[in-house]
C-alpha cells in the first residue's frame, strides 16, 4: 500500500505559475507510472498528465499542454506538477495518481491522494 499527499495548492493571479507536489508514503513512486487528475465544481474528473516511471516519457491532455509540466524525483519519493500561464479555468482540485500500468500513461491509474485545490482569479 502506498499513501498519497498533495501539497502546494493555493490562490494565485491569472498568469501565474504555481507547483504543486506529491509525496509518498509506504511504498516508493519509482515502482509506478503516476499522473495528475483535476476536477472543478460541476465537472467530470479530467486527467491532465501522466509520466513513466523513469521520468523520461510524458503526457498531457490538450487542456494543459505547453503550459504544465510533470516532473519526478525518484530519490525523493515525490511527483512535482509545475503549472504556468494559469488561467481561471484551471481553477478544481487537483489529485495524484498511480496507476497499475506497466506501460501506459493515459490508462490503469487506481489510487488517488485526498487533492489539493488550486484557485485562480481573474
Known amino acids: 500500500q502506498v499513501q498519497l499527499v498533495e501539497s502546494g495548492g493555493g490562490l494565485v493571479q491569472a498568469g501565474g505559475s504555481l507547483r504543486l507536489s506529491c509525496t509518498a508514503s509506504?511504498?516508493?513512486?519509482?515502482?509506478?507510472?503516476m499522473g495528475w487528475f483535476r476536477q472543478a465544481p460541476g465537472k467530470e474528473r479530467e486527467f491532465v498528465a501522466g509520466i513513466s516511471r523513469g521520468g523520461t516519457r510524458t503526457y498531457y491532455a490538450d487542456s494543459v499542454k505547453g503550459r504544465f509540466s510533470i516532473s519526478r524525483d525518484n530519490a525523493k519519493n515525490t511527483v512535482y506538477f509545475q503549472m504556468a500561464s494559469l488561467k481561471p479555468g484551471d481553477t478544481a482540485v487537483y489529485y495524484c495518481?498511480?496507476?497499475?500500468?506497466?506501460?501506459?500513461?493515459?490508462?490503469?491509474?487506481?489510487?488517488w491522494g485526498q487533492g489539493t485545490q488550486v484557485t485562480v482569479s481573474s
Open positions: 495518481a498511480k496507476s497499475t500500468s506497466s506501460y501506459s500513461l493515459v490508462n490503469g491509474y487506481d489510487q
Open positions: 509506504g511504498r516508493g513512486l519509482s515502482s509506478y507510472i
